[in-house]
């Protein structure tokens, strides 16, 4: 079974400073997808980034980056120099491979507060 | 703005009530979602329409009915629901439910069941 985990349940930082959030995974598929979506407090999920298990090389896109390290089953996330803006909570999300309906395994969700 | 359209925003029922969600895109997806969120927690699978026809329910009771009456547009019907029921209700679609790519959320419907 698939299981996606985000030990870390609430972070709050100071604006202007980085920080990484956590995501381990497990499968047993050898083709899969990594997610990451933001929702904010008025509900959506909001499409962050998307990741297949042959593709390793770390992306980023602004001031958001990703690592994804097979070895150790994880897919983490990095903002840098934070913004109040960014005060969401961020879920990683694990789909199986292609032939199948889009199902989502997500994990339990990060807050992430960003302060002034 | 998202692109997934969903109303209404809050509803309010009692038990022996019968509403309906509704859910709306036009991109041109083929597949929609309904999911159902409790506070601090992720969203849950409920249904899952591929060209217009059911192809997973995940074992919902049936006091929730999902109804696609065209690719544009996912209702889901409400009736004889629980206290425990309460929840955000959330649609989302994708191109289809073959490719794995991303699924579009709406702000989804806040639901309380009295």
């Known amino acids: 079974a698939q299981k996606v985990t985000q030990a870390q349940t609430e972070i709050s930082v100071v604006e202007k400073e980085d920080v990484t959030l956590d995501c381990v995974y497990e499968?047993?598929?050898?083709?899969?997808?990594l997610f990451w979506y933001k929702q904010p407090p008025s509900g959506e999920l909001v499409f962050l980034i998307r990741?297949?298990?042959?593709?390793?090389q770390n992306e980023i896109s602004g001031r958001y980056s990703w690592n994804f390290q097979k070895s150790t089953s994880s897919f983490n996330f990095t903002i840098t120099a934070s913004q109040v803006v960014d005060s969401a909570v961020y879920f990683c999300a694990l789909s199986e491979s292609p032939g199948t309906a889009s199902k989502l395994t997500f994990g339990t969700g990060t807050r992430l507060q960003v302060t002034l | 703005d998202t692109e997934v359209t969903q109303t209404p925003k809050h509803l309010v029922m009692g038990m022996t009530n019968k509403k309906s969600l509704k859910c709306e895109q036009h991109m041109g997806h083929r597949a929609m979602y309904w999911y159902k969120q409790k506070a601090k927690k992720p969203p849950e699978l409920m249904f899952v329409y591929s060209y217009e026809k059911l192809s997973i329910n995940e074992s919902v009771p049936s006091r929730f009915s999902p109804e696609c009456p065209n690719s544009s547009l996912l209702n889901l019907h409400l009736h004889a629901l629980q206290p425990e029921d309460s929840a955000l209700y959330l649609c989302a679609s994708s191109q289809d439910s073959w490719n794995t790519g991303e699924l579009f959320f709406g702000e989804g419907s806040r639901l309380t069941v009295l």
């Open positions: 990741r297949n298990s042959f593709d390793e």
């Open positions: 499968t047993r598929d050898t083709t899969y997808y």
